[in-house]
T-cell receptor, first 117, second 110 residues
Framework: NAGVTQTPKFQVLKTGQSMTLQCAQD?????MSWYRQDPGMGLRLIHY???????DQGEVPNGYNVSRSTTEDFPLRLLSAAPSQTSVYFC????????????????FGPGTRLTVT | DAKTTQPNSMESNEEEPVHLPCNHS???????IHWYRQLPSQGPEYVIH???SNVNNRMASLAIAEDRKSSTLILHRATLRDAAVYYC???????????FGTGTRLQVTL
């Protein structure tokens, strides 16, 4: 298994440009999430999905859109990039299970380092 | 979401045990306690989790206080490769919604 893959690894955007960060997993996980990590900080949840066709907002959703048309893919779209969105973006996935779902571990991708000038 | 408190940084000598503390005084009865670590320039990596009983796996042990208001991650023999930021997280709901704090930066020296 490749696990969780993210592309691109690095990206530089100008203010106002849009782009899509790609995330894919091959573990047949129901749950997928996007986090951002600013320098010296912990991760903050942007959006998450509990299955294909179902998404919801996390702690910092403004300026980002997501959709989940397949189990495998969970792209994150930046609508109009701003310097405040300069960060490292991590995608994660986890098994849903049949019990209390927070008991399952999350698998994280290697991250996309985004700079907005 | 339950809040956790961890020391900003800790140091350890290689091949010695390390005890990383975490306070979570507002934890509810159904909150799991998760530990993740993040090596430099990598995504977070799962370490261990538990609910009430102490837990052991190949990476570490998790000791949970009887009142569940605190826990300790135990690395039995620290190596240089264990140098990372360790996050203690408590959360309910879906596994998609972990709330990360700033964690403890562990330095391991020879």
């Amino acid at each position: 298994n490749a696990g969780v893959t993210q592309t691109p690894k690095f990206q530089v955007l100008k203010t106002g440009q849009s782009m899509t960060l790609q995330c894919a997993q091959d573990m047949n996980h129901e749950y997928m999430s996007w986090y951002r990590q600013d320098p010296g900080m912990g991760l903050r949840l942007i959006h998450y999905s509990v299955g294909a066709g179902i998404t919801d907002q996390g702690e910092v959703p403004n300026g980002y859109n997501v959709s989940r048309s397949t189990t495998e893919d969970f792209p994150l779209r930046l609508l109009s990039a701003a310097p405040s969105q300069t960060s490292v973006y991590f995608c994660a996935s986890s098994y849903s299970g049949t019990g209390f779902s927070s008991s399952y571990e999350q698998y994280f991708g290697p991250g996309t380092r985004l700079t907005v000038t | 979401d339950a809040k956790t408190t961890q020391p900003n940084s800790m140091e350890s000598n290689e091949e010695e045990p390390v005890h990383l503390p975490c306070n979570h005084s507002t934890i509810s009865g159904t909150d799991y306690i998760h530990w993740y670590r993040q090596l430099p320039s990598q995504g977070p990596e799962y370490v261990i989790h538990g609910l009430t009983s102490n837990v052991n796996n190949r990476m570490a042990s998790l000791a949970i206080a009887e009142d569940r208001k605190s826990s300790t991650l135990i690395l039995h023999r620290a190596t240089l490769r264990d140098a990372a930021v360790y996050y203690c997280i408590t959360d309910t709901g879906t596994a998609s919604k972990l709330t990360f704090g700033t964690g403890t930066r562990l330095q391991v020296t020879l």
